[in-house]
């Protein structure tokens, strides 16, 4: 069973950056993507970001683009999601996930696609 547990969101003014963190325990490692959704009070949850456990191929939404960054490390079973220059709307709810590479990027962006969800970690950008 695969366990994943966020942690390193909170509150911080437009402009800034935050780094969050999503501790994988359990079955990582080839063949797996990693991803970010984010929801928002009142909203849909949204793809962030993803990146291919394998060949670190990484896939961003439109949105953040340029301003955040998704890594990994082998040896600690952790994805990064690193959040520069952020605004007002980015404030959510950001979830980790981890699913199945299913041969195309073209599924990292749907939710359903992933087997394995975090209990989430709260970012706040204040204007």
């Known amino acids: 069973q695969v366990q994943l547990v966020e942690s390193g969101g909170g509150l911080v003014q437009a402009g800034g950056s935050l780094r969050l963190s999503c501790a994988a325990s359990g079955r990582t490692s080839v063949g797996w993507v990693m991803g970010w959704f984010r929801q928002a009070p009142g909203k849909e949850r949204e793809f962030v970001a993803a990146?291919?456990?394998?060949?670190?191929?990484?896939y961003y939404a439109d949105s953040v683009k340029g301003r955040f960054t998704i890594s990994r490390d082998n040896a600690k079973n952790a994805v990064y999601l690193q959040m520069n220059t952020l605004k007002p709307e980015d404030t959510a709810d950001y979830y980790c996930a981890m699913g199945r590479w299913r041969g195309s990027g073209s599924y990292v962006y749907t939710g359903n696609e992933y087997d394995y969800w975090g209990q989430g970690t709260q970012v706040t950008v204040s204007s």
């Open positions: 990146i291919n456990w394998s060949d670190e191929s990484t």
